[in-house]
């Protein structure tokens, strides 16, 4: 079970190393008023997306419900940290759909965002993760 814990650590990782990232790219792309530059950064979103990202948030999914299933639900049906932490992971899933709508956009060239509201978009995950870093070390509830 602790490869199961460290597979699920590790693609963690690489799954919030692109959420932190991606909105960063925004950043940048918002900002870019050239084709050559605008083309780039379709190239590096999509790429981190689908090749990072999206692998990323599957695989720590799995192995997350890997492990919820192997220690028993019953177990932990009564503790809150855990039922907020699915709570956290549950808005971060929504976030990186969102992410791939914004792709899409982008894509298409019908952004309509600029470059401070990526910037402020940027901030969530970050916040996310110190949550649920808290919740499962120190297990409040």
């Known amino acids: ?6 597979f699920h650590v590790i693609f963690m990782v690489t799954w919030f190393a692109a959420l932190f990232y ?3 790219l925004f950043v ?6 050239d084709a050559i530059s605008n083309d780039r ?28 299933f192997d220690y028993g639900w019953a177990l932990y049906a009564s503790m809150g940290w855990l039922h907020l932490k699915l709570l956290i992971v549950a808005i971060l899933i929504g976030y990186h759909f ?33 949550a649920v870093i808290i919740l499962v070390t120190v297990k409040p509830f």
Request: hydrophobic share 50%; with cysteine.
């Open 1 to 6: 079970m602790l490869w199961v814990k460290a």
């Open 22 to 24: 991606l909105p960063r």
């Open 28 to 33: 940048y792309h918002a900002m870019s008023n």
């Open 41 to 68: 950064f379709k190239v590096m979103e999509r790429k981190l997306y689908f090749g990072i990202m999206t692998p990323g948030a599957v695989l720590t999914t799995i192995f997350g419900l890997w492990l919820l």
């Open 98 to 130: 969102y992410c791939g709508k914004i792709v899409k956009a982008f894509k298409q060239d019908r952004n309509q965002r600029g470059h401070v509201f990526y910037r402020w978009f940027n901030e969530l995950p970050v916040l996310l993760l110190v």
